[in-house]
C-alpha cells in the first residue's frame, strides 16, 4: 500500500510540473541581466521573448527531460539560431551552446559604443560550467566572424575598414575568468584583440597595433603588431561615455 501511495503521489507531482504554466519559469529567470516577456505553453514545454540587460533580445523555446535533469533549447532572432541544453546538478550546472549569430542580433550592444558591422558569428560547440559565483568553461573553443564593412565611432570621428575574417579563441585562464583571444585564424596566434570577463564582474578589453592597422585607424607610433595600445576596464552594462 506504501508502495503505491509513493507511486500515486509521484505521478500527481509530475503532472503539476508538466501543466505548471510556463509563466511560473520568471520565477527562475527574471532578474536584472534577463528576463522572460509573454511566455507561452508550459514549465515543461513552452516560449518566450528573452530579453537581457546588453539590450539583446531573442525567441527563447525549451523543452523539460527528465532522464537527464535539464533543458533542451531553442534560441532564434531572424537569421540568428543557437542550439542549447542546461544540466542541473547539485553543486554546478552545466550549459552547452552552438549554432550561428547573425550581426544584426548584436546590433542594440554594438550602437552603444558606436560600432557597427555585418555578418555571421558561428559559435562551435562550446560548454560552460556554472559554479557559483562564476562561471569557467569545460574546454577551449572558438568564435568566427565572417568579416566585412567595419564602421565605427571614436573621438568623434568616423572611420572605416573591410575587415577579413577573425576568430575568436575562447578558454578560461589560469584565475577562472572567461577570456577570447582575438586571431586572424585558427593557425594564427599573433593576437589582434583580448577580451575577458574578470571575476568581479568587469570587462576588460585590449587593443594591440595590429588591429588597429588593420581597422584604418591612424597610428604614427613604432610599436610591434602585437603591443596592446588601448586597455580598458569596465562594467558590461555600463553605458559608453
Known amino acids: 500500500m506504501k508502495i503505491r501511495i509513493a507511486i500515486i503521489a509521484g505521478l500527481g507531482a509530475l503532472w503539476v510540473l508538466v501543466n505548471l504554466p510556463a509563466s511560473q519559469a520568471r520565477n527562475a529567470i527574471d532578474s536584472d541581466q534577463f528576463a522572460l516577456i509573454a ?9 518566450a521573448k528573452l530579453v537581457t540587460a546588453l539590450g539583446i533580445e531573442s525567441q527563447i523555446q525549451w523543452q523539460t527531460t527528465l ?5 533542451d533549447l531553442q534560441i532564434t532572432d531572424k537569421n540568428s539560431a543557437i542550439t542549447g541544453r542546461i544540466e542541473f546538478g547539485i553543486a554546478a550546472q552545466k550549459l552547452q551552446l552552438t549554432g550561428t549569430i547573425d550581426a544584426s542580433t548584436l546590433a542594440p550592444l554594438l550602437r552603444r559604443y558606436d560600432l557597427f558591422l ?6 562551435n560547440e562550446m560548454t560552460f560550467i556554472w559554479e557559483p559565483p562564476a ?10 566572424w565572417s568579416g566585412g564593412d567595419l564602421r565605427y565611432i571614436l573621438a568623434k570621428q568616423q572611420y572605416q575598414a573591410v575587415m577579413p575574417p577573425l576568430v575568436a579563441k575562447l578558454a578560461s585562464n589560469p584565475q577562472g575568468e572567461l577570456e577570447a583571444r582575438i586571431v586572424a585564424d585558427d593557425q594564427n596566434d599573433a593576437l589582434l584583440m ?8 568587469n570587462l576588460y ?10 581597422a584604418n585607424y591612424p597610428w604614427s607610433g613604432d610599436e610591434s603588431e602585437s603591443t596592446l595600445l588601448f586597455e580598458v576596464e569596465r562594467r558590461l552594462t555600463q553605458p559608453p561615455d
Open 194 to 201: 583580448i577580451l575577458r570577463l574578470k571575476n568581479n564582474g
Open 205 to 214: 578589453f585590449g587593443v594591440t597595433r595590429g588591429m588597429l592597422r588593420l
Open 118 to 123: 555585418p555578418g555571421m558569428f558561428t559559435l
Open 67 to 71: 532522464w537527464r535533469p535539464g533543458l
Open 39 to 47: 511566455p507561452t505553453g508550459t514549465v515543461w514545454q513552452g516560449s
Open 135 to 144: 562561471a569557467r568553461m569545460a574546454a577551449p573553443s572558438s568564435l568566427i
